[in-house]
């Protein structure tokens, strides 16, 4: 049997003050069968075991391969890290105990930024299945939509699919995150690691780049791809294709300056 879900078990039914007793009645087992989970000695069938990762209010991707136990001692030691306080996601699940894309539209966004972490909440947002081949199946989905022109040529109103990051030493330099933070809510941005403190740059030249500390950081999505309803017209690829060159100028700059 995997250890990492050996461990979560045990870990994550404790973190709910649950005993053996009250996860098997909320799972509809025998409390035998809870003791042999943490034992090792009999592995959970895939429904349940998403049932459970649900009950328990943390991916299936986390709860079945990561020493939940050790990224919450790890966390609290990291002073750099993204998140101030180890955090289990909130998911939604279909009949058949499919993790579900929650979608948080742009009137909901104010909404997300203080429940975020509240199952309620996360519940009463729209989620649906979105059976696109680059979405792995075992991963946790998340789609924002935006607002704004600060990252042209991705237009107003767009909806940017995320794939959620749960360490931060997990972001990728120069990639698009949808960032949920303490000080400005939910952006949309280009981010880079700086010590202890994140760089988020826009990829319309006329935002100029801004710096947060690390601790300010909430929530890490990474944009896998986006949804969009405005086509674009000959115009608009004449300006995209401006902005970009813009772009590259000013990066070829700061490369000279270093």
Same mark, same amino acid.
């Given at each position: 049997?995997?250890?990492?879900?050996? *461990?979560?078990?045990? +870990?994550?039914?404790?973190?709910?003050?649950?005993?053996?007793?009250g996860l098997a009645?909320?799972?509809?087992?025998? #409390?035998?069968?809870?003791?042999?989970?943490?034992?090792?000695? &009999?592995? $959970?069938?895939?429904?349940? /075991?998403?049932?459970?990762?649900?009950?328990?209010?943390?991916? !299936?991707?986390?709860?079945?391969?990561?020493?939940?136990?050790?990224?919450?001692?790890?966390?609290? @030691?990291?002073?750099?890290?993204?998140?101030?306080?180890?955090?289990?996601?909130?998911?939604?699940?279909?009949?058949?105990?499919?993790?579900?894309?929650?979608?948080?539209?742009?009137?909901?966004? &104010?909404?997300?930024?203080?429940?975020?972490?509240?199952?309620?909440?996360?519940?009463?947002?729209?989620?649906?299945?979105?059976?696109?081949?680059?979405? &792995? $199946?075992? %991963?946790?989905? %998340?789609?924002?939509?935006?607002?704004? =022109?600060? /990252?042209?040529? !991705?237009?107003?109103?767009?909806?940017?699919?995320? =794939?959620?990051?749960?360490?931060?030493?997990?972001?990728?330099?120069?990639?698009?995150? *949808?960032?949920?933070?303490?000080?400005?809510?939910?952006?949309?941005? #280009?981010?880079?690691?700086?010590?202890?403190k994140i760089q988020?740059?826009s990829d319309n $030249?006329? +935002?100029?780049?801004?710096?947060?500390?690390?601790?300010?950081?909430?929530?890490?999505? #990474?944009?896998?791809?986006?949804?969009?309803?405005?086509? $674009?017209?000959?115009?608009?690829?004449?300006?995209? /294709?401006?902005?970009?060159?813009?772009?590259?100028?000013?990066?070829? @700059?700061?490369?000279?300056?270093?």
């Amino acid at each position: 049997m995997n250890e990492a879900i050996v *461990i979560n078990i045990r +870990y994550l039914r404790k973190v709910k003050n649950l005993t053996q007793e009250g996860l098997a009645q909320m799972l509809d087992v025998k #409390r035998a069968v809870i003791g042999s989970y943490e034992e090792g000695r &009999a592995v $959970p069938r895939i429904g349940l /075991m998403q049932k459970m990762a649900q009950l328990l209010n943390v991916s !299936i991707e986390d709860f079945a391969n990561r020493d939940l136990s050790f990224v919450a001692e790890h966390t609290e @030691k990291k002073s750099s890290s993204m998140v101030n306080a180890p955090r289990i996601l909130t998911t939604v699940v279909d009949s058949f105990n499919n993790e579900k894309i929650v979608f948080i539209p742009q009137k909901a966004s &104010a909404g997300y930024t203080t429940g975020y972490a509240d199952p309620e909440f996360v519940a009463q947002l729209p989620a649906f299945n979105l059976p696109l081949p680059g979405l &792995a $199946p075992e %991963r946790t989905y %998340r789609v924002f939509q935006i607002e704004g =022109e600060s /990252m042209l040529p !991705i237009p107003s109103g767009s909806f940017i699919i995320g =794939e959620y990051t749960s360490d931060a030493y997990d972001v990728v330099d120069g990639s698009c995150y *949808i960032v949920l933070t303490h000080a400005e809510g939910i952006v949309y941005k #280009r981010i880079y690691k700086e010590d202890d403190k994140i760089q988020f740059k826009s990829d319309n $030249p006329e +935002y100029k780049p801004y710096r947060l500390p690390v601790s300010e950081i909430v929530e890490l999505w #990474r944009a896998v791809g986006y949804i969009s309803l405005q086509l $674009p017209g000959p115009d608009n690829v004449l300006n995209q /294709m401006q902005r970009l060159i813009g772009n590259l100028t000013d990066e070829v @700059k700061q490369l000279k300056n270093v």
